[in-house]
């Protein structure tokens, strides 16, 4: 049965660009996609005067279409500045790889979306923010659907580990339910931290494990 790939998927599932990890990122953005419960982590550096992309790595725990996107996205992102990257779609990965069949979009989305987050946090991060909007329960919560739970591949919204957060003059307090001494509380905090730390108007972040 001949696959339904491309030439140019297969090849850069084979031998994807721009993959790994990276040391001392200037950003980065752990994506995951509630349709299928795979990731993607997106690592940036980024050049402070001209804000061009001089490298980004990415590490894929999705199928080779993730891959292949995660691989392209990267090259077409590299070199440009955060607003011409910030513009680039999973349309122009797709079109880029010779098309993907219409059941792994969400693949191609998901290495979209962690590009973007991985901007997104550099901007957090450096100020670069223009719209400042107060952080609300509701946003911290929209940030949460973005952390997985690592047991059953679905954020931690969805599988409703969420049982409370609070929000008062930039302190933010989170409870989950699961043990602290789970296998996965400290990941999942760090995770939380990550996602929850950058907002522009938050100081300090706790979670607390209630299960
Ligand atoms: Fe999960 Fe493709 S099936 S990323």
Redesign the pocket.
């Known amino acids: 049965m001949p696959l339904p790939y491309s030439e140019t998927v297969m090849e850069h599932f084979k031998h994807p660009r721009n993959v790994g990890s990276m040391e001392d990122p200037d950003a980065k953005a752990v994506e995951g996609?509630p349709?299928?419960?795979?990731m993607?982590a997106v690592y940036l550096k980024v050049d402070a005067d001209s804000h061009r992309i001089d490298d980004i790595k990415f590490e894929?725990y999705?199928?080779?279409?993730?891959i292949a996107t995660g691989s392209i996205i990267t090259e077409l992102a590299k070199g440009k500045t955060l607003e011409e990257a910030k513009a680039l779609t999973w349309k122009d990965a797709s079109d880029a790889l010779g098309g993907l069949p219409p059941i792994?979009t969400?693949?191609s989305v998901?290495a979209v979306d962690g590009l973007r987050a991985a901007i997104q946090n550099y901007e957090e991060r450096h100020g670069l923010v223009s719209e400042r909007e107060p952080t609300t329960v509701e946003v911290v919560r929209k940030r949460l659907k973005h952390v997985m739970n690592p047991v059953v591949g679905l954020d931690l919204v969805r599988t409703k580990l969420v049982t409370g957060i609070e929000v008062t003059d930039g302190q933010v307090q989170i409870a989950i339910d699961l043990p602290g001494d789970h296998q996965f509380a400290n990941n999942i905090r760090e995770e939380i931290r990550e996602k929850i730390e950058p907002l522009w108007d938050v100081h300090d972040v706790t979670v607390r494990f209630t299960g």
């Not at 349709?35 to 795979?38: E, F, I, K, Q, T």
């Not at 999705?62 to 993730?66: D, L």
């Open positions: 996609s349709a299928c419960g795979d993607v894929s999705g199928c080779a279409s993730n792994k969400h693949c998901l």
